[in-house]
């Protein structure tokens, strides 16, 4: 990630050059958005058969999140996240357990709502694995480095429980990250940040931030980097995004 950060704010001309992967005729924002939609619909279906046809597991595993999520379905509130009911908690961020407790509501507490479950959160996994040839153009290297990067982790089985499972909300922070990181390196890429876009990565930050509290110093940092970007640039337009977002 620091080397990508790196590259966005200091491009060389070989890094231009390496543009030229996009075929004659077609939007760069076409191809790459190609790209990353077979990408996703490859490592969706590798997923899918990894959860469903080779390493199947439909159990709950009744941990903390699941417990807080039987509490919201069953009208109790944000509460007993232990095996002795203790109440409203603030022990887990709220966004996950509050989508577990409208998928338990729908489908109950068995095998289609553990299903649904693992369903969304192979869906979150194959898109953050999709987008890395998007961070790759957004960082003006070449989208092959992005879509090899994609091959090597989307690929990989080493984290099949994380990823399919969906015991934790692992995969959807992951997702967020790779988004506002995308996101991020965008506006690094334009002259004058606006304020409408101000407002699209507050709102995007906001509900990554209700699934993990803990990208806040991310946040933190990208605005620290941004500043540094914008130093030798007209500043105000900048310092109004950061009040903005």
């Not at 709220?94 to 095998?111: C, D, M, N, T």
Request: one cysteine or more.
């Amino acid at each position: 990630a620091l080397f990508q950060i790196t590259l966005a704010c200091c491009p060389t001309d070989e890094d231009k050059l390496n543009m030229s992967d996009t075929p004659a005729g077609e939007s760069p924002k076409v191809s790459v958005f190609r790209t990353c939609l077979w990408l996703f619909l490859f490592f969706l279906v590798v997923r899918l058969a990894s959860a469903f046809v080779f390493k199947r597991d439909l159990s709950n595993d009744d941990d903390e999140v699941d417990r807080v999520a039987f509490a919201l379905a069953a009208h109790l509130g944000f509460a007993n996240p232990f095996k002795i009911p203790t109440g409203p908690t603030s022990h887990l961020a709220p966004a996950y357990p509050f989508i577990l407790a409208g998928i338990y509501e729908l489908f109950g507490k068995g095998s289609p709502a553990e299903a649904v479950r693992q369903i969304l959160s192979c869906c979150a996994t194959s898109l953050q694995f999709a987008l890395l040839p998007a961070v790759a153009a957004a960082t003006k290297i070449s989208r092959r480095v992005g879509i090899l990067a994609a091959l090597l982790g989307g690929l990989s089985s080493l984290r099949h429980w994380i990823e399919t499972k969906a015991t934790f909300e692992t995969p959807y922070t992951a997702l967020f990250l790779v988004i506002l990181s995308l996101l991020t390196l965008q506006m690094w890429n334009l002259d004058q940040p606006s304020r409408g876009r101000a407002w699209i990565h507050g709102a995007i930050w906001g509900v990554a931030l209700l699934f993990a509290p803990n990208l806040l110093p991310v946040l933190f940092g990208y605005l620290a980097l941004g500043a540094y970007k914008f130093l030798n640039h007209e500043s105000r337009p900048y310092l109004r995004f950061s009040l903005t977002l």
